[in-house]
């Protein structure tokens, strides 16, 4: 079983809509976990860390669910300028290994 | 707003020959890392340093992988001997102490495109 797993994607939307991504990882032991974007040829960029009673910024909500090893990102009221690959990033214990999962694609459309 | 910067953003090269990626971290970070992403693939970890010294690195890091921090402000890849499927984006990133080991924050530089010939 892969470390992380994401949805495949791609996911087509139109503006305005609400999309959710699902992430899941396999080490019970992970302790911390994010949301990045990437945008096409460029560097992923911290979107959020999700925190285990779940937090919320403005349109986007995470959540995580131990138990399950799930974490999920949604995006209300999607803009165009949304579309990226979503990355799900998980610590796998108290160091400085970051595993990333191999994103999902969102692409807003007018 | 500080940001970490990469050069070169494209370098091309000949198989079997040396590279060296420089990465200018975050002036008041500690930990620093390197990742690199295979077009099409996932952001694969390659090594993670801290006080001067490596704290993790993965299975892709192998000895012909090298870091160092040469001075107070650059840090470095090196590629001994380069190999056709070494060609990928390499990111660098860097981060704070953070309140947890785990919870530090990275910032990516804008990555090497590196073409291995």
Redesign the interface.
């Known amino acids: 079983r892969k470390e992380v797993e994401q949805d495949p994607g791609p996911f087509n939307v139109p503006e305005g809509a609400t999309v959710a991504f699902n992430c899941t990882y396999s080490n019970s032991a992970s302790q911390s976990f994010f949301w990045y974007r990437q945008d096409c040829r460029k560097e992923p960029k911290l979107l959020m860390s999700v925190y285990s009673s779940g937090n919320e910024d403005g349109r986007f909500t995470a959540q995580l669910n131990r138990a399950s090893q799930y974490i999920s990102l949604l995006i209300r009221d999607s803009k165009l300028s949304d579309s990226a690959t979503y990355l799900c990033v998980v610590n796998t214990n108290y160091g400085q290994n970051f595993v990333f999962g191999p994103g999902t694609r969102l692409s807003v459309l007018p | 707003e500080p940001e970490v910067t990469q050069t070169p953003s494209h370098q091309v090269t000949q198989m079997g020959q040396e590279v060296i990626l420089r990465c200018v971290p975050i002036s008041n970070h500690l930990?620093f890392?390197w990742?690199r992403q295979i077009l099409g693939?996932?952001?694969?970890?390659l090594v993670?340093f801290?006080n001067n010294e490596i704290?993790?690195k993965?299975e892709i890091f192998d000895d012909q992988f090298s870091v160092e921090r040469p001075d107070g402000s650059n840090f470095t890849l090196k590629i001994r001997s380069t190999k056709l499927e070494d060609s990928a984006?390499y990111?660098c990133a860097s981060s704070d102490s953070g309140e947890?080991?785990?919870?530090?924050?990275?910032?990516?530089?804008?990555?090497t495109r590196l073409l291995v010939l």
């Open positions: 930990y890392y990742y693939q996932k952001v694969e970890f993670s801290y704290s993790e993965s984006m990111f947890l080991a785990g919870q530090e924050t990275q910032y990516f530089g804008p990555g």
